[in-house]
């Protein structure tokens, strides 16, 4: 290798702690062999000379797209129709199916995806692109057997079911663990843009962070859910266009879809399936469809933000529409990033950023690409930076949101202030979405030291959310299951999957569990010296091949996409346990609509559910005067629903009941 003299570079830590844009002075330049110098040109330049391509014109799509995100929620605050606390948290359960369908994507594919799964194909390969199969199970689930409960029910707060199925206690504890988990999920979200911009602005990250927390809270404590919900459409779309043009752009440039895919078959990358058993292995077949079912079920399934999202809509069938659209919305996407891995690796495929200190993480990689692949066009990387930080902003707003309406439903009206008035609740439900938006601002240095976004995030909702799931379906699934089993099976699940995820990260701290990744090259790269180069490769490299820190304990090597199975099963099994010792629950005492649809179609071959009610139908009971055809393709009305007057025939010839009504409480 050449030496090349381009400027000091501070090597602390053998260069993957440094600053990127203070402490990185040098440049990583990618020679191409002369079989592939058709398809592979020269990297480009440094990271001060890429942050340098972020124009005017790339600020200025970037900023565009805040001030839209501003302007809807100062039009739903200021001139929209006045915000009691069911417009403010449900949007008055008038939305449509497109702005929810678009809503339900970017809540929870947020720039983590963006940014964690184009490293994570990098890194360990194509495999990950089968969790995207996990959807086509999840949304007939969430569609069909979970979703029913909560519409029946009409609830604001998901949580209020686990108090009509069990009893106060268990809706108190699935609220803590929700905040808890959605909190810190929250703060992973912000700060992975926050990384992205950093990279290819110099931006400092703490001033990103403050950027997106700021903005969020502005919209969404002034404009309420159907800011949320508008501007979640707005950003989706920003997010698809941005992702999708970066990723057709890198692989034509490298010499289209198949050169790129013939690259990853050479260096092992490209393997389709992995179809070994072994729950310890990080991603399989197993791990990824079944594991990624229950992680996903737990989002889409039983997760507050998404059932605010469902119960928004006017109809029950536009909210089943709006998730079979969210299906082919996240596959297209998850395949999206994962072929973005793969054009990654192959423009770096001789000279890889990490090993090289071009970048100190995975989850840069891609920024890095685009400002290497796309800096020289003017608003192209405003334009990616736009779409990251929709997928933040989207998730953030929709959290502080759901945030807001638990804290209110669960703990201010039912515990402190049962009688507060409907003002009243309006200016706590701001007052809540302010302070956790300010929390998430807090908690983004707890989620700097979390390592990759990717497993980081999806870890955080198998140790929480397993348990959460498990609460619910112990409850919809089996009627015999009592409060005292339901509680006990919550507490001894969270304390088996918080001794899982933290000896995991004691075990791997203490190198007794490292992550074998696919092998990268460095001999396209021109260093400023050999001595440091051969520092930094010896630095990174020796944690894996040096040490013998011995075995960690056995669970602990359990594949963090088990994690929600695991917590969702040892609710079910401690939780029948414990109702077998303490009595079980008479099903005839049960109200019908906390079950799944399924008990009901199955009951006949299900022993012991004598004495069990029949579910009520739902027909035109939830409709005074005039008539309404609930065989249409809009489906039964939200019993929430008021019309507007133009929506009301003639004369106003029809009104729906209010939620209290409808339900009878």
Not at 334 to 351: L, P, S
Not at 497 to 520: C, D, E, H, N
């Amino acid at each position: 290798m050449a030496e090349v003299c381009c400027g000091g570079r501070d090597n602390t830590e053998g260069g993957r702690n440094f600053n990127l844009h203070s402490s990185v002075r040098g440049a990583c330049d990618r020679v191409a062999g002369a079989s592939k110098e058709s398809t592979h040109s020269k990297m480009a330049t440094n990271i001060t000379e890429l942050a340098d391509r972020f124009t005017w014109a790339d600020y200025l799509v970037f900023a565009s797209m805040l001030l839209v995100s501003a302007v809807i929620g100062i039009f739903y605050g200021c001139f929209g129709k006045k915000q009691d606390t069911k417009e403010f948290l449900m949007a008055g359960k008038s939305m449509t199916t497109f702005p929810v369908a678009m809503s339900l994507i970017a809540s929870f594919m947020s720039a983590i995806t963006l940014l964690g799964t184009p490293s994570e194909v990098y890194q360990f390969g194509f495999s990950y692109w089968l969790i995207g199969f996990s959807y086509f199970l999840v949304m007939p689930a969430a569609s069909y057997l979970y979703f029913p409960v909560f519409y029946n029910l009409q609830v604001t707060s998901a949580y209020e079911y686990l108090e009509r199925r069990f009893n106060r206690s268990v809706r108190w504890l699935g609220s803590l663990v929700f905040i808890v988990q959605m909190s810190l999920y929250m703060a992973i979200v912000v700060y992975a843009p926050a990384l992205a911009l950093a990279q290819v602005t110099g931006f400092n990250v703490y001033i990103s962070v403050s950027l997106i927390c700021f903005v969020c809270i502005f919209y969404t404590t002034l404009g309420g859910m159907k800011a949320v919900l508008w501007t979640d459409a707005l950003q989706t779309i920003i997010m698809y266009t941005s992702m999708m043009f970066v990723i057709i752009k890198g692989a034509v440039d490298l010499g289209g879809f198949s050169e790129v895919w013939r690259v990853n078959m050479e260096s092992g990358r490209a393997q389709l399936i992995d179809w070994d058993p072994n729950p310890a292995t990080r991603h399989t077949f197993w791990t990824l469809v079944i594991g990624g079912y229950f992680t996903w079920i737990t989002i889409y399934g039983v997760n507050q933000a998404q059932v605010q999202r469902y119960l928004s809509l006017q109809t029950k069938q536009m909210a089943i529409n709006a998730l079979w659209i969210n299906m082919v919305g996240l596959f297209v996407l998850m395949i999206t990033c994962a072929f973005g891995g793969m054009v990654v690796y192959a423009r770096y495929m001789d000279c890889d950023p990490i090993r090289s200190g071009v970048v100190s993480k995975g989850d840069q990689l891609f920024p890095l690409f685009v400002m290497d692949t796309l800096g020289e066009f003017r608003g192209l990387p405003g334009l990616f930076v736009a779409g990251i930080f929709s997928g933040a902003l989207s998730t953030v707003s929709s959290g502080m949101n759901s945030l807001a309406a638990i804290v209110l439903e669960d703990f201010v009206k039912v515990g402190c202030f049962p009688n507060i008035s409907d003002e009243a609740g309006t200016w706590t439900s701001r007052g809540l979405s302010l302070f956790f938006g300010l929390l998430t601002f807090g908690l983004v240095f707890v989620a700097e030291q979390l390592g990759n976004v990717l497993s980081a995030a999806l870890s955080i909702f198998g140790m929480v959310g397993g348990p959460l799931l498990g609460l619910f379906t112990l409850g919809m699934f089996f009627p015999w299951a009592n409060a005292i089993g339901a509680f006990v099976g919550g507490i001894v699940s969270l304390g088996l999957m918080f001794w899982i995820g933290v000896g995991y990260q004691i075990a791997s701290a203490l190198g007794q569990i490292t992550l074998k990744r696919l092998p990268t090259s460095i001999e396209g790269c021109d260093f400023l010296n050999i001595t440091s180069t051969v520092a930094n490769i010896t630095t990174s490299v020796a944690p894996e091949i040096l040490e013998d820190a011995g075995e960690p304990f056995g669970l602990y090597k359990l594949s963090y996409m088990w994690y929600s199975a695991t917590g969702c099963f040892t609710v079910i099994v401690v939780g029948m346990l414990v109702t077998l010792v303490t009595g079980m629950n008479d099903v005839s005492t049960l109200d019908p609509r906390c079950l799944t649809p399924a008990i009901f179609w199955f009951r006949r071959w299900i022993p012991g559910l004598t004495g069990l009610k029949e579910l009520p139908e739902e027909d035109k009971s939830t409709i005074q005067k005039g008539s309404i055809d609930i065989s249409a393709p809009n489906g039964n009305v939200n019993p929430g629903y008021e019309a507007d007057a133009g929506e009301k025939g003639q004369g106003g010839q029809f009104r729906y009941l209010t939620e209290k009504e409808s339900t009878g409480l």
